[in-house]
């Protein structure tokens, strides 16, 4: 199987910044798209930013312009730097990868972390 594991959250003032990490492992046989969703108690979750193997992102729109995503495809990782941060992007941020493990190589379907809470307060 592949297992994600996100790091990087923690508690920050309005207007300050974080950096999430997300690394894959495990019995990975391909991973194409990686990203960032996110969810409050009582809200479905909801995408943050997603991208390619390419590189190509997407963004929702309250992010564009505060985060930024990146990967290093050589270590399955994903990023996701935060900056401008405010009391409404508190949440736990999920890490999501699309890809196939050597379990099945040729069923390619949706990863998650467990999640890193992000607490944005004064």
């Known amino acids: 199987q592949v297992q994600l594991v996100e790091s990087g959250g923690g508690l920050v003032q309005p207007g300050g910044s974080l950096r999430l990490s997300c690394v894959a492992s495990g019995s990975i046989f391909k991973i194409y798209g990686m990203g960032w969703y996110r969810q409050t108690p009582g809200k479905e979750r909801e995408l943050v930013a997603n991208?390619?193997?390419?590189?190509?992102?997407n963004y929702a729109d309250s992010m564009k312009g505060r985060f930024t995503i990146s990967r290093d495809n050589g270590k399955n990782t994903v990023f996701l730097q935060m900056n401008s941060l405010q009391p409404e992007d508190t949440a736990v941020y999920y890490c999501n990868a699309f890809g196939s493990s050597w379990n099945n190589p040729y069923l390619n379907r949706d990863y998650w972390g467990l999640g890193t809470q992000v607490t944005v307060s004064s």
């Open positions: 991208i390619t193997t390419g590189g190509s992102a």
